[in-house]
C-alpha cells in the first residue's frame, strides 16, 4: 500500500508508517487544490487541516481510507467519500488536554489583559494603572457548550481555578451532571443568560452549524467572555461581529472563518477591527503532547487497516441501518454455505445491507446474522432451510 501524508507530521512517526506499508510520500506543504494531483495510486491520505474536496476524491483510483490525524473531519468531503465506498477515520480525544489548556489560557489572558500587557512593555511603555483593574475569575460562571472529551478536560481544569460550572450538551443527563459535580443547563437560551463565559466545545456537523445563533449571542451579559476553540462554522460570526463591536463583550478566539490555509501568510478577517478580541492562529491541538497521541493513534489505524482490515475510529459508518429485517443462520462451517444463501436472496432481489459471521469453538458451526432491505417470501425460506446438510436453523426478525 502506497501512504501519502499531506501535512505536518513527526518524522520519527513518518518512519513508523513506513514499517507497516510499502510506500510513504511526505508532502507536508500540499494544500486543497494540489492534492488532485497527488492522490493517483494512493491508498491512504493522512491530512491534519489540509481539506480534502470532492475533486480531489473524484480523481482518486486506489484511495481507499482518509485519516484525519485530529478530531473534527470537517475539511473532508464525506459525501464524496461515501460514493465511493473510502473510509473515514479520525483520532479523537488524543488532543482534547492541549484544546483544554488553551481556552482555559485564553479566559485567563482575558481577564488579565496578558496580551495588551505584553504590546505595551514592547512598546516601551508602562501602564499599571489600566491593566490593574481585572475582575479575577473565582465565583464566575463558565458556561460550556459541549460535554465530550475536549469540554469534560476544561471543566476539569475550570474547577481547579474556582469557577462554577454549568453546562449543555444533548447527551449529558442530570445524572451524569451530578456525577461531575456541574450543573446542566435544560437549553443554550439558559446557558448563555446564566454564564459570565462561554467556552464551545461541538465538532461541526451539519446539525451544529451555526448553532450558536445571533438569538443566543444577544443574550451574553455585558463583560462577558466568549471562547471559541472548536470551529467557526458552528457560531454566527456575522452576528457575533456586530455584538462585540459594542465593546461590551470580549472574545477568546482560536477559530475564525476563511482561515488562510497556509501555515503562514496574510491575514484578512473583520474581527481584527473589533476591540476586546485576543485571538491565536488555530492552534489548539499544536502542542508536542498531543501532536505525538495523534501521530501515535495514526500509525495505529494504519497498522490494524493494513494487517487486519480492521477501521479503527470509523466516522462515515452509517449509525443505523435501514434494514427492515434481519436473518439469522446458524449454519455448517462449510465452502459455499453463504454463497447459496445470498444467491437465493439476490434472485428475490433482496439487498444484504449488513453481514457478520461468526463461529463457534472448534469451528464446526456459525451464525450468519443478515441485515435486509425487505422480507423473503416462505418460498425463498423453505428452499434456504432444505439444505439440510448446511442449514442448522433460520430465524427472520421484523426490525
Request: net charge neutral.
Amino acid at each position: 500500500m502506497k501512504v501519502l501524508i499531506a501535512d505536518n507530521f513527526p518524522n520519527q512517526y513518518v518512519e513508523k508508517i513506513k514499517s507497516h506499508v510499502k510506500e510513504v510520500i511526505f508532502e507536508p506543504k500540499l494544500k486543497e487544490n494540489d492534492l488532485q494531483n497527488h492522490i493517483k495510486g494512493i491508498d491512504i491520505l493522512v491530512v491534519r487541516s489540509t481539506v480534502v474536496n470532492a475533486e480531489c476524491i473524484e480523481k482518486s483510483d486506489r484511495l481507499s481510507l482518509i485519516i484525519r490525524a485530529g478530531a473534527g473531519v470537517n475539511t473532508i468531503d464525506i459525501k464524496s467519500a461515501n460514493k465511493k465506498g473510502i473510509y473515514i477515520t479520525n483520532c479523537p480525544g488524543k488532543n482534547s488536554i492541549a484544546v483544554a489548556e488553551l481556552a482555559m489560557g485564553l479566559i485567563c489572558a482575558i481577564d488579565r489583559r496578558i496580551p495588551d500587557n505584553v504590546i505595551d512593555f514592547r512598546n516601551g511603555k508602562w501602564n499599571k494603572a489600566l491593566y490593574s483593574k481585572a475582575d479575577g475569575l473565582a465565583g464566575k460562571t463558565l458556561g460550556v457548550v459541549g460535554t465530550g472529551q475536549i469540554g469534560s478536560e476544561l471543566i476539569k481544569r475550570a474547577k481547579a481555578f474556582g469557577l462554577n460550572i454549568i453546562a449543555w450538551s444533548r447527551s449529558l443527563t442530570d445524572k451524569k451532571a451530578e456525577e461531575i459535580e456541574i450543573e446542566r443547563a435544560a437549553s443554550l437560551e439558559e446557558l448563555f443568560s446564566s454564564s459570565d463565559i462561554i467556552s464551545v466545545h461541538l465538532a461541526q456537523t451539519a446539525e451544529t452549524k451555526k448553532i450558536i445563533s445571533k438569538e443566543l449571542i444577544s443574550k451574553l451579559k455585558k463583560g462577558a467572555y466568549f471562547i471559541n476553540t472548536a470551529r467557526a462554522g458552528v457560531v454566527d460570526e456575522t452576528a457575533l461581529i456586530e455584538a462585540a463591536k459594542s465593546g461590551n463583550i470580549f472574545l477568546g478566539l482560536d477559530v475564525f472563518n476563511n482561515e488562510p490555509e497556509g501555515k503562514e501568510g496574510e491575514l484578512s478577517t473583520p474581527i481584527r477591527e473589533l476591540p476586546n478580541v485576543y485571538l491565536t492562529h488555530h492552534i489548539g491541538a499544536s502542542t508536542e503532547q498531543a501532536q505525538n497521541a495523534v501521530a501515535e493513534e495514526t500509525c495505529n489505524i494504519i497498522a490494524d487497516y493494513v494487517n487486519a482490515g480492521v477501521i479503527r475510529n470509523w466516522v462515515n459508518r452509517i449509525k443505523q441501518s435501514p434494514a427492515k429485517y434481519q436473518l439469522v443462520v446458524r449454519h455448517y462451517d462449510k465452502p459455499g454455505v453463504l454463497a447459496r444463501v445470498l444467491r437465493l436472496l439476490s434472485e428475490e432481489k433482496i439487498n444484504a445491507q449488513e453481514m457478520e459471521n461468526v463461529i463457534f469453538d472448534d469451528a464446526l458451526t456459525a451464525c450468519c446474522t443478515i441485515k435486509l432491505d425487505s422480507q423473503p417470501t416462505e418460498k425463498t425460506i423453505k428452499e434456504i432451510e432444505s439444505a439440510k446438510e448446511e442449514i442448522i436453523n433460520l430465524t427472520l426478525i421484523e426490525l
